[in-house]
């Protein structure tokens, strides 16, 4: 069997921030990023791609918003729903067209796919991601007085709503997954960290929070028993004493080496923090190697040629 590498495309990198979030430049970016994942596959580098949202569902949001009064607003778990699709259909295009002109004829889905999170995580009692447009603190509490959602003040720009992130406990759609992956098919699965669902009595339901797809990749890559998790960002890698002149990227390091750095408080909550909590969770449990480095740098990241690689202690050069 080839190599088979769980990749993660960052939402951020897909929707860059100074960038117009425009459909347009969403479908260019992933054309792009999927040149580079074609040419894996075509070296025979075994794929299953998962994404990131975050852009994406915060400007659903922003419409919600906006159009309050107009017609109901979409629930968090509908959102996830709405990115894996789009998201999905233009990276699925790209790959299967990027794959034709190699010479490669593999058909690839872009799977809706649900991921179950505990009802009792700790995430439900305190919200902590924000999500969406910001308000003043008279807005934000007007909008909790009525539409019951957690609001906190995040620095300078004022107020955002709150959301439970909790952990990432079962891809409930790995059988199709697998299946998908027996019949030939290269699957992109688990966008946005998968639509978050919670079992309540006899039936699974979808829930307003969001899953870090950082974590819900290295679930997935744990689950399909991955021999390597990269998670593509708009970054060249992780960087110790980042933004300061002591600024020093890594490249080769081992798992302790890595937590001891995140110990250390290097890494901020909402970006590099989970990236790095994710690879190493996945290097503890899969005893295989995690990278994290550029999204147009995809193919060297994957080859530990570029990016910042985690490696088992006990296999430094892996
Ligand atoms: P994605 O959409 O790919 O998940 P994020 O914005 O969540 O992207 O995370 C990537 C960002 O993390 C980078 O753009 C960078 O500004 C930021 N970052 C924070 N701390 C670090 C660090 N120690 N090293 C590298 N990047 C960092
Ligand atoms: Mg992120």
Known sequence: MARLVVIALGGN?????????????????????MGQVAGLV???????????????????LIKNEMAR????????DWCVANTQATIGFVAATALEHHLRVRGVDRPVVPLVSRVRVDDDDPAFAEPTKPVG?????????????????????????????????????ESLDLPAIRLLRDQGAIVIANGGGGIPMARRGDR???I????????GAALLAHELDADGLVVLTDVRGVAVDFGTP??????????????AHADDGQFRAGSMGPKVDAVCRFVAASDAPASIGALDEAAAVVH???????VPDDRPDG
Do not use: C
């Not at 307003?208 to 974590?215: F, G, Y």
């Open 13 to 33: 990198a897909i929707s860059p921030s100074g960038g117009s979030g425009s459909a347009a430049e969403q479908t260019r970016n992933l054309w792009s990023s």
């Open 42 to 60: 075509a070296e025979g580098v075994d794929v299953v791609l998962t994404h990131g949202n975050g852009p994406q569902v915060g400007a659903i």
């Open 69 to 76: 009064d107009v017609v109901p607003a979409v629930p968090l």
């Open 133 to 169: 447009p910001w308000f003043t603190a008279e807005e934000a509490e007007d909008r909790a007085a009525t539409d019951g959602h957690v609001y906190g003040p995040q620095g300078d720009r004022g107020w955002r709503r709150l959301v439970p992130s909790p952990r990432p406990r």
């Open 204 to 206: 699974l339901e979808g």
């Open 208 to 215: 307003e929070a969001v899953i870090d797809k950082d974590l």
């Open 246 to 259: 002591d600024e020093h990227w890594l490249g080769r390091v081992t798992l302790s080496e890595m937590r």
């Open 304 to 310: 530990g040629e570029a990016g910042t690689r985690v």
